[in-house]
């Protein structure tokens, strides 16, 4: 076999998963596991294990990949995190493990994610499950949020003895795991519950329901239930819109929108009572995962779909597979085009949208070359429905309800990104609630940062 | 889960029920909202809250059934339970942040159009419980769909009930008696609170700006995860969009876009949009169509 070459991953054929919303990357099975895994060069220096932000033993797993010793290698990826079979699923190792692999310079870098993902799929199918620590230490710590940096909170600090309690504001646990990324990318049933449910096995409780803020208060949670320390990791907020004219059409909906009505809510099923305007011709405004999803969504419910976004492929933010994927399937990318009005006819629904072209002209702050307007240059995309899919803006209801928790400028919450401590005492806060919209992996280590800041605090009492 | 503990119909398509819901009645105010999902399968369902006991731990609800959803969420019985029931939600009415003295000064106008009669109780009975009467008028199609009457008479100053086709009390819109109260029977109000369907708010608007009177109306568009999170519950105030469940849900009704916002409720609620979605989307249409649940 050739050494340069990862060995290839089976995917659903692209028309046929068009229309379905099974899963796309079927996964690798033992013999092609081993096979890649053997490629691993078992570098002394891995650079790979600091280009992963939760620091997995990447070298040490693949090794055990490669001698056939999965459930040894599951072990090892337990020590760090909680959620392998997801973040095999959703990372972006392009940039992280798999973009400073050595095998990288000259071929193609080792499979990580893939291996990462088959060997928590091979250990979920195999029963494998994490062993609760035998006595806790009666420390209560509640954690605001399920999803990726809550959770990871929450395992990190049950794994110490702690005695944790999460509090989800919707009514099923996962956050953007559940909600927002779509079940042919990251399966719910098998892949999400699952692990969440391992994370419940290391004693956590999860209290669904429960919108911090409204229904409870951080220092009621202190004063009246208590809890020693709190965990925030509520999340991204509020969807962005642009400003333009028509937006409050119908037919016009946020990607979080779209994307809860089919995810959570399940619309994409005759048997679940939530409706969802699937649309027949739709275009995704914006270019990061979020936009992906939505896009491919729609496309799944039997629509045309078109990407539009203002500035060119190169600067697309979402995942390389993403865009990859989404090409294949057949979606459109309307590129360095940029929306200017949502045209509605007389009952108010969006009938077509007029976008200028954009030419890249300087860098901006973000390094990339600012997307410049070509006067003269608009015409109309024939559509029925716009999903808007530009960010988000932090939700206030944590931190307007918080005594002495202080935001920025930006009114993200202020966190130390070493430990998670903020600017009240006991309270600390990862992920997206700090940083602005940001990546699963990123938000899971903040949630091991604010584990290790609640130890300290509380160990040191 | 929830258990429900008292279930009761209060007319056609009607239903008021209490749920034990602990961490809601510990801190819920007038104004706010809480969000309904009887079982696996169902809608997230926004509806405002009606009444709370502290003590028992207790939040009552009026549902009025539209669709699938709210169908199977009335057929449970006390002493059944709903998968879920989260809040509170939204902001509590303004005057609650207010001196109830200074408030006494004020004269307060509470116009409620059918089910929103509901809402409209637990402020009334909020300004009674702090010693200050206030003058309501109820408004429905007919007799028989007038809720809350004996309730609503024990905490209101003076009470005027309306129906659309004279048999029971005055005769008329909600609008004719406000009117009448101004501008014939001598009454001098500095603020108007509106609740109930979208239209009737949009015309009590119109009548209180001619009239000078601000007003409060309290907007129930279609909402999702209700904590910020989706955006579907967007509506303009004056020159800025608005989410109701965060911003929300009440605001200032001189400023609030109705035609915009009925437009936009049309899309899910009413048999008329979900026509309407039907016949644009054909063979890519999805998910509940036909028998959705909402809030009229």
Wanted: include cysteine; aromatic fraction near 6%; charged fraction near 25%.
């Amino acid at each position: 076999m050739d050494g340069m070459k990862r060995v290839p991953v089976r995917e659903q054929e692209p028309k046929v998963r068009a229309k379905n919303f099974e899963e796309v990357c079927l996964g690798y099975n033992e013999e092609e596991a081993v096979a890649e895994a053997k490629r691993c060069l078992q570098c002394k220096n891995a650079r790979c294990m600091s280009g992963c932000p939760v620091s997995i033993n990447i070298p040490g797993f693949i090794k055990e990949v490669a001698e056939g010793n999965f459930a040894a290698a599951a072990k090892v990826i337990a020590e760090s995190s909680a959620l392998p079979a997801i973040c095999g699923r959703v990372c972006p190792q392009e940039t992280q493990c798999e973009g400073v692999c050595i095998r990288g310079i000259k071929g193609e870098p080792v499979a990580i994610g893939k291996l990462e993902r088959f060997v928590a799929d091979w250990s979920r199918e195999h029963g494998i499950v994490p062993e609760k620590p035998e006595k806790t230490n009666g420390k209560k710590v509640a954690v605001i949020g399920s999803g990726p940096s809550g959770l990871t909170c929450a395992g990190d600090l049950a794994k110490m003895g702690y005695e944790v309690t999460i509090f989800e504001a919707l009514h099923e646990a996962g956050g953007v795991l559940t909600y927002g990324i779509p079940e042919f990318r990251l399966p719910k049933e098998t892949v999400v519950r699952a692990e969440i449910e391992n994370v419940k096995k290391l004693g956590v409780t999860i209290e669904t329901d429960v919108v911090v803020g409204k229904s409870v208060t951080i220092d009621d949670l202190m004063e009246q239930e208590g809890f020693r320390a709190v965990f925030i990791g509520s999340g991204a907020g509020l969807p962005k819109f642009m400003g333009i004219p028509g937006e409050n059409a119908n037919g016009v909906f946020s990607a979080n929108e779209y994307l809860t009505r089919s995810n959570l809510m399940k619309a994409f099923r005759d048997d679940y009572d939530t409706p969802i305007a699937a649309g027949k011709k739709v275009a995704v405004v914006g270019g990061g995962n979020v936009a992906m999803d939505a896009a491919r969504t729609a496309l799944r419910l039997g629509a045309d779909v078109h990407i539009v976004y203002r500035r060119s492929e190169a600067e697309l933010p979402a995942r390389a597979e993403e865009v990859h994927h989404a090409k294949e399937e057949g979606i459109i990318f309307n590129l360095l085009t940029n929306p200017v009005e949502i045209l509605t006819d007389e009952n108010g629904w969006v009938k077509g949208m007029v976008v200028r072209k954009m030419e890249l002209g300087e860098p901006d702050a973000s390094g990339r070359r600012r997307p410049v307007e070509i006067p003269g240059s608009d015409y109309v995309i024939d559509v029925d429905t716009v999903i808007m899919s530009l960010g988000t803006s932090p939700n206030p209801l944590i931190s307007s309800t918080t005594k002495g928790l202080e935001t920025n400028r930006w009114k993200c919450i202020v966190a130390d990104e070493h430990n998670g401590k903020t600017t009240k005492e006991g309270v600390y806060a990862g992920g997206d609630a700090v940083t602005g919209a940001a990546t699963v992996i990123l938000a899971m280590e903040a949630g091991k940062a604010g584990a290790r800041g609640i130890h300290q605090f509380l160990s040191g009492e | 889960m929830f258990q429900i503990v008292r279930s009761e119909k209060l007319a056609d398509k009607i239903y008021l029920m209490e749920v034990k819901a602990p961490r809601v009645a510990k801190t819920c105010q007038p104004g706010e909202f809480v969000i309904v999902k009887t079982d696996e399968k169902g809608e997230r369902i926004p509806l405002t809250i009606c009444d709370f006991d502290r003590e028992a731990g207790t939040v009552t609800i009026v549902i009025q059934t539209v669709g699938a959803s709210t169908e199977r969420m009335v057929q449970k019985q006390a002493g059944e339970y709903f998968q879920d029931f989260v809040g509170p939600l939204g902001n509590p009415s303004d005057f609650i942040k207010e001196n109830p003295e200074e408030l006494k000064g004020k004269k307060y106008l509470f116009v409620a159009g059918g089910l929103g009669t509901a809402p409209v109780y637990p402020q009334v009975k909020w300004f009674h419980e702090h010693g200050i009467d206030v003058d309501v008028i109820v408004g429905a199609k007919t007799k028989d769909l007038v809720i809350m009457e004996e309730e609503m008479k024990a905490v209101a100053g003076n009470l005027y009930i309306t129906t659309d086709d004279g048999s029971y009390g005055r005769k008329g819109m909600v609008t004719e008696v406000v009117k009448d109260l101004v501008e014939n029977e001598g009454h001098h109000y500095d603020v108007c609170v509106a609740i109930g369907p979208m239209i009737m708010m949009k015309f009590v608007c119109l009548l209180t700006k001619e009239l000078g009177i601000p007003t409060i109306v309290s907007m129930n568009p279609i909402m999702v995860d209700g904590t910020g999170m989706c955006g579907a519950c967007r509506l303009t105030v004056g020159d800025e969009v608005k989410f109701a469940c965060v911003d929300g849900p009440e605001f200032d009704g001189h400023l609030v876009n109705f035609d915009e916002a009925m437009k936009r409720q049309q899309m899910y609620k009413t048999e008329e949009g979900r026509a309407i979605l039907r016949l644009r989307e054909g063979d890519t249409h999805h998910g509940g169509c036909g028998h959705c649940g909402g809030e009229d």
